[in-house]
């Protein structure tokens, strides 16, 4: 059980998930299908359950409104969902 960053689940909330199986096991699986190096990935999250795969990707971003946990292992923390993060993240990286 992650308990979930989601406020409007309200604290007590959180999200089921199986023993080794996250978003990381997800990207491995796309890559290997794709035949691709994980030089090309960026992800991009707010919630513990993005943990691992920011950890795992070569360009991890955490939304402002994220854990200090998520922000620590994040390469570049972007603004929250309500400050258009992604929009501003995505224009300054030139993938607009």
Known sequence: ??????P??????GEIVLRGINKETAIR?????????KTHTIAIGDGMNDYE?????HYGVAMRNAKPELKEVA??????????????????????
């Open 1 to 6: 059980m992650l308990h979930t960053t989601v």
């Open 8 to 13: 409007l689940f309200g604290e007590n909330s």
């Open 29 to 37: 699986f796309l890559l290997e299908h794709l035949q691709m190096d």
């Open 53 to 57: 795969m920011l950890q795992f990707v």
């Open 75 to 96: 390469d570049y923390i972007t603004g929250s969902p309500d400050e258009d993060g992604l929009l501003h993240f995505f224009n300054q990286h030139g993938l607009t």
